[in-house]
């Protein structure tokens, strides 16, 4: 496993246990649940940023 799929990883665990965290308790911190979404998020895009597209072929232009 690369170093760059630990990081990504690891930015969703952490980002979704500080988001999990911050909305669990009483007196909600919304700072905290924001910050835990951005890291999440970041986490996604970086993993999302390297899957492969489905269509990567060029699609055939129409005949005219």
């Known amino acids: 496993m690369s170093i760059s799929r630990v990081i990504n990883l690891l930015l969703i ?12 308790g009483m007196d909600q911190n919304q700072y905290l649940l924001i910050g835990g979404i951005v890291v999440l998020m970041i986490g996604v895009y970086r993993i999302s940023r390297n ?14």
């Open 51 to 64: 899957i492969p597209s489905k269509n990567d072929e060029e699609t055939p232009s129409d005949n005219d």
């Open 13 to 24: 665990i952490i980002g979704g246990f500080i988001a999990i965290y911050a909305k669990a």
